[in-house]
């Protein structure tokens, strides 16, 4: 199993700019979320989902849309890039909780700059 | 709605000294708690988690970490620091059921010092 991938690893924008950012995992998991961490602040949920065609806001959704056609993909679109949208971010999913090899897997994360 | 307090960005401690990290939560209902890892450059690992089945968890690499209703803390500690502890850990909660909503703490970096 490749586990939870992210592409690309490293982006640059420019204020404006529109971009999705990839995420995908093996493992037939219902949940997935989306995650920006920075500096001092920890990491804060964006988006999330319980399953295909399933999505909802986490803490700081604005700027940033999600879809979730498939089990095994969850793409982030920014829509319009700002230099506040400046972090890493993570993708993570898992099982319910309770299941047996209940874990919560992250990627590696993407670190995006916009200018 | 549902929060972690991690007591102290940074610390110290010498290699095979006690290990204590400190996070206090808040919540109306009845939370899941858990201990995630990260090491420099990586995602987030899990360390263990507490689901009310047991108010002492024990996790991997040694960690393990109390629940405690009446003081609304979940300690993280390990008894003997290794080098390899040094990383970033997060203290989270989450109040659904599942690890759909979960809600992190600022972080505490843990340096050992050999």
């Known amino acids: 199993n490749a586990g939870v991938t992210q592409t690309p690893k490293f982006q640059v924008l420019k204020t404006g700019q529109s971009m999705t950012l990839q995420c995908a995992q093996d493992m037939n998991h219902e949940y997935m979320s989306w995650y920006r961490q920075d500096p001092g602040m920890g990491l804060r949920l964006i988006h999330y989902s319980v399953g295909a065609g399933i999505t909802d806001q986490g803490e700081v959704p604005n700027g940033y849309n999600v879809s979730r056609s498939t089990t095994e993909d969850f793409p982030l679109r920014l829509l319009s890039a700002a230099p506040s949208q400046t972090s890493v971010y993570f993708c993570a999913s898992s099982p319910p909780l309770g299941q047996s090899t209940d874990t919560q897997y992250f990627g590696p994360g993407t670190r995006l700059t916009v200018l | ?114």
């Open chain 2, 1 to 114: 709605a549902q929060s972690v307090t991690q007591l102290g960005s940074h610390v110290s401690v010498s290699e095979g000294a006690l290990v204590l990290l400190r996070c206090n939560y808040s919540s109306s209902v009845p939370p899941y708690l858990f201990w995630y890892v990260q090491y420099p450059n990586q995602g987030l690992q899990l360390l263990l988690k507490y689901t009310s089945a047991a108010t002492l968890v024990k996790g991997i690499n040694g960690f393990e970490a109390e629940f405690k209703k009446s003081e609304t803390s979940f300690h993280l500690t390990k008894p003997s620091a290794h080098m390899s502890d040094a990383a970033e850990y997060f203290c989270a909660v989450s109040d659904s059921g599942g690890y759909q909503k979960v809600t992190f703490g600022t972080g505490t970096k843990l340096q050992v010092i050999p």
